[in-house]
């Protein structure tokens, strides 16, 4: 069976830091791409940052300089690091694998992420 359990998420004050990882059972990790998604109330979900299963990076514009995603194959996680945190980034972060060749994509079930007022 197939997993992603997204973790790290909580509440913080502006300007604090979160780091989410996102944990991938179940498929062979390191063949797949992985982004991070965001959604809020109401919201359409957005691209929050990308890593390619070559470690090639891109990220939303509202989050450039702020956050860095990672991996790390042989633990089968990647990684959100969220500094600066601000009101407008709180959501539900998820994960998300895909291996195009293959059509296979996954989610995770999302963990909420809460930037005080």
């Known amino acids: 069976q197939v997993q992603l359990v997204e973790s790290g998420g909580g509440l913080v004050q502006p300007g604090g830091s979160l780091k989410l990882s996102c944990a991938a059972s179940?498929?062979?990790?390191?063949?797949?791409?992985m982004g991070w998604y965001r959604q809020a109330p109401g919201m359409q979900r957005e691209l929050v940052a990308f890593?390619?299963?070559?470690?090639?990076?891109r990220y939303g514009n509202s989050v450039k300089g702020r956050f860095a995603v990672s991996r790390d194959n042989a633990k089968n996680t990647a990684y959100l690091q969220m500094n600066s945190l601000k009101a407008e980034d709180t959501a539900v972060y998820s994960c998300?694998?895909?291996?195009?060749?293959?059509?296979?994509?996954?989610w995770g079930q999302g963990t909420q992420v809460t930037v005080s007022s």
């Open positions: 998300h694998v895909v291996w195009r060749q293959i059509n296979s994509e996954y």
């Open positions: 179940g498929i062979s990790f390191r063949l797949y791409d």
């Open positions: 890593i390619t299963s070559g470690g090639t990076t």
